[in-house]
Every structure is written in structure tokens, then in C-alpha cells.
């Protein structure tokens, strides 16, 4: 219809052309005569119909040719205006709705097109005449309609409404009290376009503006139609902004003046804006719940403290929690927006509103947590961290577990959320979760270390911060890094200060017994769920966590908030679990912790700036320090109160980088005595867990200069923890620092002697070196420095006690160092020689152990430490002989007497450069040789000592000197009554345990003194005073029944023994043999017992076994003693009973022999013990020994290990053996390649370079 001619045929033809024109395009052109559009306008016979045809056609020109109808018009404003205000007065006269609806098109799409701001003033001026005539708005619907879609299209007219017509605006604000709802909403909808202009809301004049506002609260609280109510809260809204309007509706008391067309308006009513909004909060309709929840917010926002209680006695909390349930993001977000504002008064508090919705909320955020919306899940969890946060302490919000267990549940998932905003938000939440007031009966300590371990664990996920360079590449394209620093910087700060919370939390419960352990958990569980888990965790997360992230995020951008609660938190860790603490302060300490908290110190706090940060660095070095000074490995911990003294009056002052710490130290006089003190102090605690703050060159003069000017300051002298730090320092930095002169070492010595030696004692090597490396300080301060380096030795392991040498040498770590100096300073020996024969039992082992120590790792024995040692151990030896024999009670040792045998014993068996034995030596041989015959056998220790010194002195003797030692001992009478004695103290039964046997190794010594006596005096012809009682058969069935209760020294020495009564051939003047259960017979009934006389055959054969029995448990000390002993025995029965000697070496039981120890790996292969028993068995040609396997498995180990590889014992052993092979003549080779391969083999040794003398065959312990 809107392509028809708009022309009425029966009254067109009185009209101009000129009023008329053609439109459109060719092919549809339109014919308009505006002429005939107002006279069918007019006049009442003209149908509604054709009206309605009419005004479309206008339209379509309207929309299809813009310009058309205006070109037209303009050729009359009076023609115009005549036009406009025909179609107005349709508005008033027309009821058909799509008829008026067309004309509001056409007047508004007329007047756009016109462009005249006189013809829209015009058209204002005449709707306040019409209203103006009427004195009443009935009737004015579709009027009020077109001025509502009007001002929608003219953006400056609400302006122009608010300045030049505020009558007109009066006639609208009396519409508002017409019943027709439909009416009332067209004003509400002028009306609230005339307010969304702010310039034009402000330009009202007051009483309009206050009339308006309460017609609203009354039409809002009367509306019975959606369209009403939806207008009036749009504009409710829009005025709301206003703080003016606000007070008026809040102080509404006044009922509206009711129109004079309609005197049945509704029975006086007193209206509230809280019960209105309520209303729409009840009402089923999503939008208006929004709509009024927004309304709440507006309201509150102007002032909280006036306006919360007004809403919250209407009980609308109650309803906003409600509302919670809803799934609309829209008004879950104004409800929380609404609840976060009432939140900000007590009395929300104080009613028990959030007690009864905290469910609601925890609900509301678990399904939030799932949307994808982010401003509704900050704005929830906004509001539960305004709730935690302002929750009076007296008024629980979480009485149970479960509702506890709920809310940490949505913290967590919160601060999971991908959103660092987010996580925030809910970090602050976790915040004020952990208060001591919100923690449900019992403490759920499971769900706190879940929530803390959330924001904890995020703090991981953080960005690195962008440095300049980063930033300049463009490092993260698409992102803003400032905005990414921004929020991880937030997060980082809001983790912190949660985790300082935790931590204030478990302090809090740790006071409280009734919340340190749950007593309604199964025992089970307990571990999990305690407050001892939980300050684990909270260690674990800052060790892990914590440290790494912070301190990597502060490398380029320190943050002087960050860092403060970084160390508040540091310091909490310190009374949570003391247990740990020394663990955690080490790790602390020496990953450079002290340096970082004294360089960010200097950074931020200096010219009293920050001083929350420095009072929270200065009391985290203070518990630092404390913990580290307490430990049990601290010496002098009697100083730590005196030494944190120095640090807590120094520290908040010190403010300075470690580079400038130089400076303040050799500066005398410009820096104060304190803060000098406090520099070495922390310089000593560093410096003993690894962090060098300064270099050892810088710091070695610093605590010169330092030592250096205390005389000159007039004092007496430094505090003594401060002396005892700067000593050690001295001691730590000298390797890499010049010599000192003379008057710096007068200087330090002065200083140090200043107060007792030992109250300035640190057990470290380098103070021992240093104290040594100086004559001027050895002399005087060596020796009390090596008796408290010993007494400073840790103790031994109460449960080896059993083991001997833990008890005797020392560590290893600790007597390295004792040993460099006695390397350097041989004379300290003479200290410790000193120190061996204290009052001081254990300080005497550990000097000797020292000795032992040196001798052995030196080496060999010189021969100024020779000239050296020996006579002070002579002078020694006879002063304690003196002392033993002074006692009233008889002969005694004193306590010291076994450490200096012990010592005299290593002594004569390290190697020495000469093998002269001179006077001392036979002075110490005669003293000791005394001493054991005049001791008792229940001394025990002293006694075997003695005894094992006189067989050492006796076996390592030169063969010129052997007849001198052994006419002395053999003149001793009282020695060879003691050998007698402790001989016969055994039972006749090997494995008797009889209270009076002797310790086994004393008997042992005995028996090897014996044995070398007894070759000794063969040798030499050497006349007897005493001869000595020995029960062979006794020793055989030692050897034979009693080795498994026998410990390895007790049999090699009765092994020994028995060779050295077969090498003299049973008869010595020396000896008395006497007959045993399978030893000796007076009158041998056999002619083989009568040639072994007075050996039976029968002990032979049992001692053949035994020694073979002793071969297969392969021990190193067993195999040489019983292979030698198999040789003596051999020889006796080779020279006595050829035949007996063949059938023993013949048995079948020596190929097992020899296949067991041949087929036990190539180092016992290739032992020289085995080597020898081959080359023994070969020489009694019984034909046990062959090519294959035995012979051949030795060539082949020889060529695969190599001659040079081959110990030079090995290589004597293995010539004898193969030059047995080559004079055997009963012995066949497989093939011509075996004798080449041995003669080969053998000229290989023989080319070997001539080794040295082979190992002496002294038995040790």
C-alpha cells in the first residue's frame, strides 16, 4: 500500500501543482499531493481506511525519496506547520490503534526529515496547548506516545524538554496520576529518556524533580502491568542517580495529588522505596528482580550508612540471598553488587543476615565457578571476602565442619580459576578465611592446607617480569606486559599476606590446646588432619614455593610490600615447628639468605624509608641468627644472648651495601663501635655456612685493620663473642692473603691475649693452621689450641663401643687437618706425646690416635722424628715405670702406660730409613721387658701392649742385633715367668670360657713373643735362664676342633707358635714340651711315631687338616702363617718320615684343597700364600700338582693381570714356583707350549726391576 498515489481523485483538482509531485523510481513512481494528504486528514468523511492508505503512502515517500515530501513543504512554512499540526490533532481524534500508529510514523519520520528545530518547538508548544485546554491528560495516550518515540529521535530534545518546557513536563508528571496504566507508562518512558540526559536531569528545577520522584514511588508501588512497572523502574533508576532524588524517596512521606478526572484513586497508602523494591524482588519476572537489585545498589551507593538500614529492617538480605539461586548472570551479578554494598553495615551483621545466607552464596559460587562470565565470579567472591572479612568475631559463620569444608571448597576452586583477577579476588578471600574466629569445632586442618596449597601452588604459574629488553622484542605479542606485571604483582602480594595469615592462624591454635589436635578423629587419621600436618605443609609450600617465586619475581623489580610480608612469613616459621628449625636456618643460610635480606635492607630502607620492611628484615635476621648460634654443633652458645644483644641494636641502623661494609670496618674513627661489631658478627655467621659476603683478601685485612686498632681506641678489649668471630675469620680468609708482619701479628697476639685461650676457641682447621703457620702465635697459643682441638673431636658412637678403633682414631675430616700440621711442625708430636699421658684418659686416645695416625700416613720413619720421639718416649717410659712401681699395693700401671706402648708399638713397626738399633732403643727394650715381667697378668691391656712391643722389637730386629735383644729378654727371668703365667691361664678345653682365661689377645701376643724367642735362640745359641711349658697337643686341637669360637689373631698365633717348635724340630732348650690329649708320647709304641718323636703320626695327620681347614676360609691373615707352617711341618717330616711327608702331601684331600682355593677368583689365584703351597706340594712330589688345571690356571691369570701388576711378594712366590716346575722332573706337560710359556713367564720376573725388601711377617692385631 505504500506504492499507491497518495492523491484523492474528488478534491484533487482544486488544487495547485505545485503542492503536488511524482516520487520514486520510473518504474514505480508515486504520485504525493500533500494538498490532498491534509484535506483527507480533515475532514470526518473521509474514511479511516483510506486514511490509514494515505498516511502509508506518506510513509513510503518518507522512506523511498528522503528530500520529496520536504522539497514540497518548503515551498510554505505555514503550509507545513498546517500539515504537522493536522496529523497532531489525528492523535487526539482517531481510536483506531493502527491508524494512530501510522500518523506517529509520519510525524516523526516528517519531522526528522525537516530538520527544523521550529517545527519540533512548534509541535511541544502545541501539545501544552492541548493539554493546557483540557486541564486533564485523558485522551493524551497516543500524544504521549508520539513524544516518547519523538524524543528517542532527536537526542537534543530532552534537553530542550528540561530547559524551555518544563511546563510541559508538569502536565507529564500529572499523568502519572491518571488511572490508565498505558498512559502512565508512555510518561514513564518520556520521562526517563529526559533523565538518561544528565544535563538535562540536573536542569529540573527541584520541585518538579522531587514531585516527579514520588509519583514514581507511588505508580511503581500501585502497577499492575508488566509495561508500567518495567518503565517505572527504568526511570526509578535513572533518577536514582541523583543523590538529591535519593534522599527524597528514601524521606518519602507525602501521598501524590490525585487527578481531578479520577476520584477513585486507591486508599491512602504510605509509600517506601524498600518495600517497593522489595515487591519487584518477589516478583516472579527475572528483569524486574535485576532491575530492583540495581535499584538497591544505586540507592546505597550514594551513602551506605544512611541508607543499609532502611533495606536491611525491610528484611531484603534475606531475599537477596534468595535470590542466589537464580542462573541468570544478570542479577546474580546485581545481587551480589546490592548484598557487597549492605555488607558495609554492622547491623547486616548484626542481624544474623549472613548467617543465613552464607549457604546460599557458597551454593551460588560453586555453580558460578563453572560459568564463564568473570566480572559475576569477582563480584561473588567479592562479596564472600567482604562477609569473612567484616564477620563479627562473636557471631559464627561456620559451626560445623561441612559448612567449612564448603566455603574452603569454593575458595579453592576459585583461586584455581584461569583468571589471575580471579584468583586474586579469591586469595583475599583465603585471607579472611583463616582467621581464628571463622574455623569450625573441630579446626579443619585438612581443608586449610588444601586452600593455602591452592594459592600457594599458583603463585608457580605467575609470569616472569618483563625486563626492558623483553619488552623492547615484544616478548609477548598480543598482551600488555605492564598489565601482566600489574596482576601477578597483586596476586604475588595477596598470596603472601594469606600465607602470612596461615601462618598467624597455626601460632594461634598452636597456644590453644583444645584446637592443637581433633578430638573427635580416629587416631588413624590424625597425621593428616593436625595441626602439625599443617605447619608442615606450610613449611614444605615455603621452602619449595614460596622462596623460589619470590625471590626470582624480586631479582629485577624489588617490592618493599612484597618483601615484607616475605619475611614476616619467613619469621613465622621459626616458632611453628622449632623442631625444623635448624634444618630450615642452615638451608637458609647457606643459599645466601643473610646477603639477600641485607641487600634489599639497603636498597629500600635506607634514609628511614619502609620501616615495616626493615623492622620485618631486622627480626628475621634476629630469629635467623638465633637458630643458627642455638644449635647443638655451636660452640660457645653461652654468648648467643650477648652476641643477638649486638645484632638487634645494630641491625635497624644498618642500612648499607655489602661492598660498602669494607669501609665502615677499617674506619676507625667515623663508624660507631656497635655497627663494627655487627659487621663481624654477621661476616663470622655467614662465613660459617658458606656465604662469603665479602672476598677472603678484603675480609683478611678488614679483621686485621680491625684487631689492629683495638689498643688504639683505648679499650681493654673486644667483646668476646666479637674477638672469637674476628679470630675466625682471620683463620678462614689467610690462603688467599699475604703473610703478616711483625706488628700486625704483635698486634693480634695482644688482642688475643686479652682473655683465656679457650673462650676464643672455634673447632675449625683453618684456625689451627693459621695459629701454626705463625712461630709468634704457635709458641704461645699452640699448645692449649691442639688440647681443646682434640677435646672438640666428636664422640664415638655409643653403640660401636664394642669396635676398638672408633674409640682410638679419630675422624678422619678432623684429623686431616692435625695432620698437616704435624707435617709442617713435627714438633708438635712432643704436645701430643704430652697429652698422651694426661690426667685425661679419652683426650690421651685421641693424642695417640693422632700419633698412630701420623706414623702411619707418613709413611716412613726418619730420622730427626726419630731423634725426636724416642728419647721423650724413653724419658716417658721410665717416669710411668716409676710411678707403677711406687704404688704401696705393688706393681700397677698407671692409666696412661697402655696409650704409650700402643705408641712405642707403631713406632717400631713403621718402616724406618735406617735398621740400626741403637741405645734408646735398647734402653726402651729393657725398661719395657721390666715392666712386663713385674706387671700383673689380670692387667691385661697394659701386659699385651708390652708383649706385642718386645715381639715387634724382636721380629723387625736386625740379625746383628738379634742376639743383644734376645739375650736380654731371655735373661729376664720375670718375663719369662709372665709368658709362662699367661700361657698356662687357659683351660685345657679350646673352647672353655672360664672367667680366668686371659683375653685372647693377650694370649696371642704371648704366643708370638714366644715363637720369636723360640727362632731367635736357635739361632744365635743364646743361653737360657728359664725354659717354658708348651702343650702341643693343646694348640693342635686349638687349630683343629676349637677355630670356630677362635677369633683370626688367636689362631695365626698359635699357627705361628707351632711353626717355630717344628722349625727347631720339637727340641729347644727354650721349650718344655709336655704330653697333651693329641700332642706328644713319652715312648712311641709305632716306628713312625718313634722318627716323628715327640710328635705322634696321629698329630701330624690332625695337623695337616687343621692347617688345610685353615686355608679354606681364605682370610688374609690365616693363609701366609698357615702355608708356612704347612712348609715347617713338611720339613720336619721330610727330615724325620720321608714316607709320611709323601703320604700326606699325596691325600686326595689336597687336590680338593687345591681346587677350592684355585677356583675362588683370580686375587687368591694369584696370592703368594697359594703360590707357595703349589710350589711346596710340587717339591714333596706327590704328583697332586699338574699342568691341567693348576699350573695352567696360574698362567693364564699371570698373562692376563701382567708380571708388573703383581705385588713383589707375588713375584717371589711365583719364580719359586716356576723354577720348581723346571726341575720337576715327574711333572708332564700337556704339550711343548707349556714349559715355553712358564720359561717365558719367569724371564718376564727376572727382568722385572729389583724390588724392594719384601714385607716384614710382624702379625698385627
Known amino acids: 500500500m505504500s506504492n499507491v498515489d497518495v492523491i484523492y481523485q474528488k478534491i484533487h483538482f ?7 509531485a511524482i516520487t520514486g523510481p520510473n518504474a514505480g513512481d508515486v504520485v504525493l499531493c500533500v494538498a490532498c494528504v491534509i484535506e483527507m486528514m480533515e475532514s470526518k468523511d473521509v474514511s479511516c481506511v483510506r486514511k490509514s492508505v494515505a498516511l502509508a503512502g506518506v510513509g513510503g515517500v518518507l522512506r523511498r525519496s528522503p528530500g520529496a515530501i520536504k522539497e514540497l513543504l518548503s515551498q510554505d512554512a505555514r503550509v507545513c506547520l498546517h500539515f504537522i499540526s493536522s496529523l497532531l490533532g489525528m492523535l487526539r481524534a482517531l481510536e483506531d490503534s493502527p491508524t494512530l500508529e501510522q500518523v506517529i510514523q509520519v510525524l516523526v519520520h516528517l519531522l526528522l526529515e525537516l530538520q527544523s528545530e521550529q517545527f519540533v518547538q512548534d509541535v511541544l508548544n502545541d501539545i501544552h496547548t492541548q493539554l493546557s485546554k483540557q486541564a486533564s491528560v485523558r485522551g493524551f495516550l497516543p500524544t504521549f506516545t508520539f513524544l516518547g518515540k519523538l524524543v528517542d529521535a532527536l537526542p537534543a530534545l530532552p534537553q530542550s524538554l528540561a530547559c524551555h518546557h518544563v511546563s510541559l513536563l508538569e502536565w507529564l508528571s500529572v499523568g502519572l496520576q491518571h488511572p490508565d496504566e498505558g498512559l502512565k507508562a508512555s510518561v514513564c518512558y518520556i520521562l526517563r529518556r529526559v533523565w538518561e540526559v544528565p544535563a538535562a536531569a540536573q536542569s529540573l528545577p527541584t520541585p518538579l524533580r522531587d514531585g516527579i520522584a514520588r509519583s514514581i514511588l507511588h505508580t511503581l508501588d500501585h502497577a499492575s502491568t508488566p509495561q508500567l512497572t518495567i518503565n517505572c523502574v527504568g526511570l526509578l533508576k535513572q533518577m536514582l542517580q541523583q543523590g538529591e532524588v535519593v534522599s527524597v524517596l528514601m524521606n518519602c512521606r507525602t501521598l501524590p495529588i490525585p487527578d481531578n478526572d479520577c476520584p477513585e484513586l486507591p486508599p491512602a497508602q504510605h509509600c517506601s522505596l524498600p518495600l517497593a523494591l522489595k515487591k519487584l524482588l518477589l516478583s516472579g519476572d527475572e528483569m524486574l528482580q535485576v532491575a530492583s537489585a540495581q535499584c538497591m545498589a544505586a540507592v546505597l551507593v550514594h551513602s551506605p550508612s544512611q541508607y543499609c538500614p532502611p533495606f536491611i529492617q525491610a528484611d531484603l538480605p534475606e531475599f537477596l540471598f534468595e535470590r542466589l539461586s537464580s542462573s541468570s548472570e544478570a542479577l546474580l551479578w546485581s545481587t551480589y553488587g546490592c548484598l557487597l554494598l549492605l555488607a558495609e553495615e554492622s547491623l547486616f551483621f548484626s542481624q544474623c543476615h549472613t548467617v543465613y545466607g552464607i549457604e546460599s552464596l557458597v551454593r551460588s559460587l560453586k555453580d558460578v565457578l563453572k560459568l564463564t562470565n568473570l566480572e559475576v565470579q569477582k563480584q561473588g567472591i567479592h562479596l564472600l571476602t567482604a562477609i569473612l572479612d567484616r564477620q563479627p568475631a562473636a557471631v559464627r559463620l561456620f559451626p560445623t565442619g561441612a559448612g567449612f569444608a564448603g566455603v574452603a571448597e569454593v575458595v579453592f576452586l576459585a583461586v584455581s580459576s584461569p583468571c589471575l583477577r580471579v584468583a586474586t579476588h579469591a586469595a583475599r578471600a583465603a585471607t579472611a578465611l583463616l582467621r581464628l574466629h571463622h574455623q569450625s569445632s573441630p579446626v579443619q586442618y585438612k581443608e586449610l592446607k588444601k586452600v593455602v596449597g591452592a594459592v600457594i601452588t599458583r603463585c608457580t604459574e605467575l609470569p616472569v617480569p618483563i625486563t626492558t629488553h623483553q619488552r623492547a622484542k615484544g616478548a609477548f605479542p598480543g598482551t600488555d606486559p605492564t598489565d601482566q606485571a600489574s596482576k601477578a604483582g597483586s596476586f604475588l602480594l595477596q598470596a603472601l599476606v594469606c600465607f602470612q595469615e596461615a601462618c598467624r592462624l597455626a601460632e594461634q591454635c598452636a597456644s590453644e590446646p583444645s584446637l592443637k589436635e581433633n578430638a573427635f578423629t580416629a587416631p588413624h587419621k590424625q597425621r593428616k588432619d593436625s595441626l602439625e600436618s599443617l605447619c608442615l605443609s606450610l613449611l614444605r609450600c615455603c621452602d619449595t614455593v614460596l622462596i623460589p617465586t619470590v625471590t626470582r619475581l624480586c631479582e629485577q623489580a624489588p617490592s618493599a610490600k612484597v618483601l615484607h610480608h616475605f619475611f614476616s612469613i619467613l619469621s613465622h616459621q621459626f616458632t611453628m615447628l622449632p623442631s625444623l628449625m635448624p634444618l630450615f636456618a642452615l638451608k637458609l643460610a647457606s643459599s645466601g639468605f643473610i646477603r639477600l635480606v641485607l641487600e634489599h635492607k639497603a636498597f629500600l630502607c635506607s634514609g628511614n624509608r619502609n620501616s615495616g620492611l626493615n623492622a620485618a628484615c631486622c627480626d628475621f635476621l634476629l630469629k635467623l641468627s638465633k637458630c643458627l648460634l642455638s644449635q647443638p654443633s655451636s660452640s660457645h652458645q653461652e654468648d648467643v644472648e650477648e652476641l643477638l644483644g649486638l645484632l638487634e641494636a645494630s641491625l635497624p641502623s644498618l642500612c648499607c ?280 697378668a689380670s692387667n691385661s691391656e697394659t701386659l699385651q701392649h708390652a708383649l706385642n712391643y718386645l715381639y715387634c722389637c724382636l721380629a723387625l730386629s736386625p740379625p746383628h742385633c738379634g742376639d743383644r735383644a734376645v739375650s736380654m729378654l731371655l735373661c729376664n727371668t720375670g718375663l719369662m715367668e709372665q709368658i709362662q703365667t699367661v700361657l698356662d691361664l687357659p683351660s685345657s678345653s679350646p673352647s672353655s670360657s672360664s672367667s680366668s682365661s686371659p683375653p685372647s689377645t693377650l694370649l696371642s701376643y704371648a704366643r708370638l713373643l714366644l715363637s720369636s724367642l723360640i727362632i731367635l735362640q736357635h739361632t744365635h745359641s743364646t743361653q737360657v735362664q728359664r725354659c717354658v711349658r708348651v702343650d702341643v697337643g693343646h694348640l693342635v686341637q686349638l687349630l683343629s676342633c676349637g677355630k670356630r669360637h677362635t677369633d683370626s689373631l688367636s689362631l695365626a698365633s698359635a699357627v705361628r707358635l ?101 677356583n675362588s677368583g683370580e686375587s687368591l689365584l694369584l696370592h703368594p700364600a697359594i703360590l707357595t703351597l703349589l710350589t711346596l706340594l710340587l717339591q714333596a712330589g706327590s704328583g697332586v700338582v699338574q699342568w691341567d688345571p693348576e699350573l695352567e690356571q696360574v698362567l693364564c691369570a699371570v698373562e692376563r693381570k701382567g708380571v708388573q701388576e703383581l705385588t713383589p711378594s707375588a713375584v717371589q712366590a711365583l719364580k719359586e714356583l716356576l723354577t720348581q716346575v723346571q726341575h720337576t722332573v715327574s711333572l708332564t706337560a700337556p704339550s711343548e707350549q707349556h714349559p715355553l710359556r712358564a720359561s717365558a713367564l719367569l724371564e718376564s720376573l727376572d727382568r722385572l726391576p729389583s724390588s724392594e725388601t719384601l714385607p716384614n711377617s710382624v702379625l698385627y692385631p
Open 14 to 20: 482544486r488544487h495547485d501543482q505545485r503542492w503536488s
Open 657 to 936: 651495601r655489602v661492598a660498602d661494609w669494607p669501609s665502615l670496618l677499617t674506619d676507625a674513627s667515623g663508624t660507631s663501635r656497635a655497627t663494627q661489631y655487627c659487621l663481624i658478627s654477621l661476616l663470622h655467621l655467614t662465613q660459617l655456612h658458606g656465604d662469603r659476603l665479602l672476598p677472603d683478601p678484603v675480609l683478611f685485612s678488614c679483621m686485621v685493620a680491625a684487631l689492629c686498632s683495638m689498643p688504639e681506641q683505648g679499650d681493654a678489649s673486644f667483646p668476646l663473642c666479637v674477638l672469637r668471630s674476628a679470630l675466625y675469620l682471620l683463620a678462614v680468609c689467610q690462603d688467599k692473603s699475604p703473610e703478616l708482619d711483625w706488628a700486625p701479628l704483635n698486634s693480634i697476639s695482644k688482642a688475643l691475649s686479652c682473655c683465656p685461650f679457650p673462650s676464643l676457641y672455634t673447632h675449625h682447621p683453618a684456625l689451627l693452621h693459621f695459629v701454626f703457620r705463625y712461630p709468634e702465635l704457635s709458641n704461645r697459643f699452640g699448645p692449649p689450641l691442639v688440647t681443646l682441638w682434640l677435646s672438640h673431636q666428636p664422640q664415638p658412637d655409643p653403640e660401636d663401643q664394642s669396635e676398638p678403633a672408633p674409640a682410638v682414631y679419630p675422624s678422619s675430616s678432623s684429623s686431616s687437618s692435625l695432620q698437616a700440621v704435624l707435617e709442617r711442625n713435627p714438633s708438635v708430636t712432643l704436645t701430643l706425646l704430652t697429652l698422651v699421658v694426661s690426667s685425661d684418659e679419652l683426650l690421651g686416645e685421641r693424642a695417640l690416635g693422632e700419633l698412630q695416625r701420623f706414623l702411619q700416613v707418613r709413611g716412613h720413619w726418619d730420622r730427626s722424628l726419630s731423634a725426636l720421639l724416642r728419647p721423650a718416649m724413653l724419658q716417658l717410659l721410665q717416669r710411668l715405670a716409676c710411678q707403677s712401681t711406687a704404688n704401696s699395693h705393688g706393681p700397677s700401671a698407671p692409666s696412661s702406660l697402655p696409650l704409650v706402648l700402643q705408641l712405642l708399638c707403631l713406632m717400631q713397626t713403621a718402616p724406618s730409613e735406617g735398621s740400626e738399633m741403637d741405645g734408646t732403643d735398647f734402653k726402651l727394650l729393657y725398661h719395657v721387658s721390666n715392666l712386663a715381667g713385674k706387671l700383673k
Open 1058 to 1158: 707351632l711353626q717355630a717348635v717344628l722349625d727347631v724340630d720339637l727340641d729347644s732348650p727354650l721349650l718344655q714340651l709336655e704330653e697333651g690329649v693329641a700332642g706328644v708320647r713319652q715312648r712311641p709304641l709305632q716306628p713312625v711315631d718313634s722318627a716323628l718323636h715327640p710328635l705322634s703320626s696321629r698329630s701330624a695327620h690332625t695337623l695337616v687338616a687343621a692347617l688345610h681347614g685353615l686355608l679354606l676360609q681364605k682370610q688374609e691373615g690365616l693363609l701366609s702363617v698357615s702355608v708356612n707352617c704347612l712348609r715347617s711341618l713338611m720339613g720336619f717330616l721330610q727330615k724325620r718320615c720321608p714316607s709320611t711327608a709323601l703320604h700326606v702331601s699325596s691325600q686326595p684331600w689336597s687336590r680338593f684343597l687345591l681346587y677350592s682355593l684355585l
